[in-house]
């Protein structure tokens, strides 16, 4: 330590030639850190600034560079999640009350015990409808995937208002003369963090996979589209979400502005200089129609489709898919299949008669639950894989996680019936993570089977394969298929994993374009429930 201080006293810079143990201090954008070896081995640097803090005149700007320190800052508790709503201790997904701030845009980086140079690095994006969600909850924990041999590193990003907001004056202040998107911003400068600061951990700044899941996977459909994200990751895992299927469109500026400025007339302030004065609780909390993503022609440049149909997107190897009874627009479970007809016509008046005869089975609460899946999530997954696989050069593989968790007996949850939640959105998550008892932290509500370790073993040995050289390959399936638009297949995954056909991959054309508009708009959704 003193030769640290000693160093820092006269003004040199400390050359870091190879990865750090935690404890030895690592020289970082900003000044020096140390962090803490885990029980298990792992090392972990948790809390570390990615960018300067976004609060008082820097609410609403795009992030800036980090501010320096001096001496060693202790890298060794996790940092505040973005101001946001606190989750009830009732919830499916509860995992302890976190502190939330404004001071927020911080990374934690996790790395197996003696680290080599040149180690994949695995980026997570976390979800929660870019209203909520966290760096550093349990369930996104790096501590598992870095025992098995890679740098994990989790980014935060502003949500809520506070981080996918347009208006006027905002526009007029940016040198690109647009606003919003502050949060997918933050998820720049996180990576441009791991692109100069990561080797110093063990990590290949070359070799960077992108992985998230529900508004986090929609956060990386967009940065694939993003010009400025160009050559900061190299390959993505997405799970459950993106901007094509027309449920999550990125919307023109203009919209997008108008949508603030009626958030500030709710907010009772009269000018961009009050609502910065207001406290961030009251922001976060404020509840009108905001779409999160915005056309800024700097961040975003047009719609999924533009994009991909100019061929101005970041060509990289492409994981993705979704779970069987996950959908963000549910069909009501029907008691026949009268009533299931019933529920199709309504939704589809345009050709019902063909989707039911594409889906309708001998359970019209089975067929209620695909339709309703593959006329959000599915299209959305579908979309992407087709557009990535007909515009460009890098391959695309294709999974559908179909596991109903174990749940202990008894157990209840305030937004979750474990009779009916089936493979439900975010299901498949603690088994790509390795953190399946992140689920019993707080109570019991899992009994893992054998099952579940053995399809948690055959799902993240495919994440570190695919981080590793592009190709996802497991102990059952050996290298998973990768697309074919003429015979789409995936990588079905159960305790008894498969290579199947890609579910009703053609019929999902049925679903596109002819459902009438959701009762509730995607402006203002339901609170997630990543």
Avoid at 201 to 211: I, K, M, R
Avoid at 231 to 241: D, E, I, K, T
């Amino acid at each position: 330590m003193r030769l640290v201080l000693t160093a820092l006293a006269a003004g040199l810079a400390l050359a870091v030639t190879g990865p750090a143990a935690a404890e030895e201090p690592v020289a970082v954008d900003g000044g020096m850190i140390d962090g803490i070896t885990l029980p298990s081995g792992v090392d972990a640097w948790l809390g570390v600034p990615f960018a300067a803090p976004p609060v008082r005149e820097r609410r609403w700007q795009p992030p800036q560079p980090v501010e320096p320190w001096t001496g060693v800052r202790h890298a060794d508790r996790f940092a505040p999640q973005c101001l946001q709503p606190l989750r009830s201790p009732a919830q499916n997904h509860y995992f302890g009350v976190e502190a939330t701030s404004e001071d927020c845009l911080y990374l934690n980086i996790w790395a197996p015990a003696g680290a080599r140079d040149k180690l994949p690095v695995v980026v997570w994006v976390y979800g929660g409808g870019f209203n909520i969600g966290s760096a550093s909850m349990a369930n996104y924990s790096g501590e598992g995937l870095a025992a098995d041999g890679v740098i994990r590193v989790n980014l935060s990003y502003r949500v809520g208002p506070l981080g996918f907001l347009a208006h006027p004056e905002l526009s007029r202040e940016a040198d690109y003369g647009a606003s919003g998107n502050y949060g997918l911003m933050d998820l720049v400068a996180g990576l441009e963090w791991v692109r100069d600061n990561i080797a110093r951990f063990g990590g290949d700044p070359g070799n960077v996979t992108l992985v998230g899941q529900s508004a986090g996977s929609m956060a990386i459909a967009v940065l694939q589209q993003s010009p400025q994200a160009a050559g900061l990751f190299h390959r993505a895992v997405a799970m459950s979400g993106s901007n094509f299927g027309g449920l999550v469109n990125p919307v023109p500026l203009a919209a997008a502005e108008a949508q603030g400025l009626a958030l500030q007339q709710e907010l009772g302030a009269t000018s961009l200089s009050d609502l910065r004065a207001l406290p961030g609780d009251r922001v976060a909390a404020a509840r009108s129609p905001r779409d999160p993503v915005v056309i800024d022609g700097h961040v975003v440049m047009g719609t999924a489709d533009q994009v991909y149909a100019s061929g101005r997107f970041n060509d990289v190897p492409l994981l993705l898919g979704y779970t069987r009874d996950e959908s963000f627009r549910p069909l009501p479970p029907p008691a026949s299949a009268a009533q299931l007809e019933a529920e199709v016509a309504a939704r589809f008046p345009a050709n019902a008669a063909a989707v039911l005869a594409a889906y309708a089975g001998a359970d019209p609460q089975r067929a209620a639950l695909d339709i309703a899946r593959d006329a959000t999530v599915g299209l959305q997954m579908a979309g992407w894989a087709r557009a990535q696989a007909g515009n460009g050069a890098a391959p695309v593989y294709g999974y559908f996680f179909t596991r109903r968790q174990p749940y202990t007996p008894g157990v209840s949850f305030s937004d979750h019936d474990p009779a009916t939640a089936g493979a439900y959105h975010t299901g498949d998550v603690p088994y790509w993570l390795r953190t399946r008892e992140s689920l019993n932290l707080f109570r019991r509500t899992r009994d893992w089977e054998p099952g579940d370790a053995a399809l948690e073993r055959e799902m993240a040995g495919a994440l570190i394969a695919f981080a590793r050289d592009g190709v996802p390959r497991s102990e059952r399936l050996g290298p998973w298929p990768q697309l074919d638009l003429a015979d789409p297949r995936v990588a079905l995954l159960a305790p008894e994993p498969a290579i199947a056909a890609w579910p009703h991959w053609a019929d999902m054309a049925l679903l596109a374009g002819s459902a009438q508009p959701p009762a509730q708009s995607p402006a203002q959704p339901r609170p997630p429930r990543d």
